[in-house]
């Protein structure tokens, strides 16, 4: 059974900070993972997703995620944040290609303080 | 149409009642999934329908639960008996197919009291 944990429910950065959203899994088998976004009152939103090609992806608005065997994390980053970055972001793992019962973490809000 | 569309978007309703949740998918996403974040919960699966196949209702919490879809049209939630716990936002999201990226809705707040 596949797992996902988010370190820190609550993240605050000042504009312009760097960006660090924690996640780390458990897969029996390789895994796939994915961020999704989800900004106030709007649905969630696919950010980047890990299907082992390169073990750097990017994504949209800046984001991008590094996947560590090893460390078995997939770590989210923006080198300078934004304001509208402002959202709570979720990690979700896949034993499949695509998104079939995704298991998700509990979600990090990320609060950008000007 | 442009997403997924979910209706009704809250919904209040007194313990012990059916409620029925509705979602429009895409046009033309065969796969369609309904989730539960729980407040202050990550999103946990319900069920998921992959075209004219068998449904994978392994998430489902309770006999209370179903869920049906007529081919690739709108899929309908429905919890009878409803109790306080089942208090959540319930997600429906649709793909392509699925080893497609999933589209999400913005859900339907559901408050039991």
């Known amino acids: 059974a596949q797992s996902v944990t988010q370190l820190g429910s609550h993240v605050s950065v000042s504009e312009g900070a760097l960006v660090l959203l924690r996640c780390n899994y458990s897969?029996?088998?390789?895994?796939?993972l994915f961020w999704y976004v989800q900004y106030p009152n709007q649905g969630l939103q696919l950010l980047l997703k890990?299907?082992?090609?390169?073990?750097l992806v990017k994504g949209i608005n800046g984001f991008e995620a590094e996947f560590k065997k090893s460390e078995t994390s997939f770590h989210l980053t923006k080198p300078s944040a934004h304001m509208s970055d402002a959202a709570e972001y979720f990690c979700?793992?896949?034993?499949?290609?695509?998104?079939?019962?995704?298991?998700f973490g509990k979600g990090t809000k990320l609060t950008v303080n000007p | 149409g442009a997403g997924v569309s979910q209706s009704p978007s809250n919904k209040v309703t007194e313990k012990g009642k059916d409620v029925e949740l509705r979602c429009d998918p895409i046009?033309?996403?065969?796969?369609l999934y309904w989730y539960r974040q729980r407040l202050g919960q990550g999103l946990e699966f319900l069920i998921y329908?992959?075209?004219?196949?068998?449904?994978?209702k392994s998430g489902l919490p309770s006999d209370r639960f179903s869920a049906e879809r007529t081919g690739e049209s709108v899929s309908t939630l429905t919890i009878q008996r409803t109790q306080q716990e089942d208090s959540a936002v319930y997600l429906c999201?649709?793909?392509?197919?699925?080893?497609?990226?999933?589209?999400f809705g913005e859900g339907s707040w559901l408050t039991v009291v």
């Open positions: 890990y299907t082992s090609a390169a073990t």
């Open positions: 329908f992959q075209g004219n196949s068998a449904p994978d």
């Open positions: 897969s029996s088998v390789p895994p796939y």
């Open positions: 999201a649709t793909a392509l197919d699925p080893r497609s990226t999933i589209y």
């Open positions: 979700a793992v896949s034993t499949q290609g695509g998104s079939e019962k995704l298991v």
């Open positions: 046009s033309g996403h065969t796969a």
